[in-house]
């Protein structure tokens, strides 16, 4: 995991502060392909569970920077869902 007051790449990019307390609107998560975390190759990834759509849509503070899932894509964990799940930010946008 990565310390809570490092930034976070690309949490910026979505204009986030890319730090915990961050506000994000939870997305679900889209098929990656493409290279993993550790160079091999991955097809149609989405590292979902389906007991996730019940929170995409709604606001969550970020309570953790996980750094990247098996497939690469970074991911944090949320106030909303206790920290139980694993979220892209590919998949999240700024809340307003």
Known sequence: MQKPDAPFFPLPAL??????????????HTPYTGPGQYG???YEDTDWA???????????????LEG???????GVRV??????????IRNMTMAP
Do not use: I, N
């Open 15 to 28: 204009g986030l502060t890319g730090k915990v307390s961050d506000r994000v609107v939870l997305g679900a």
């Open 40 to 42: 091999e190759m991955v």
């Open 50 to 64: 389906d007991d996730m759509y019940s929170y995409v849509g709604m606001t969550a503070t970020v309570v953790s």
């Open 68 to 74: 990247a899932d098996t497939a690469g894509c970074p």
């Open 79 to 88: 106030d909303l869902d206790g920290g139980s799940w694993f979220w892209r």
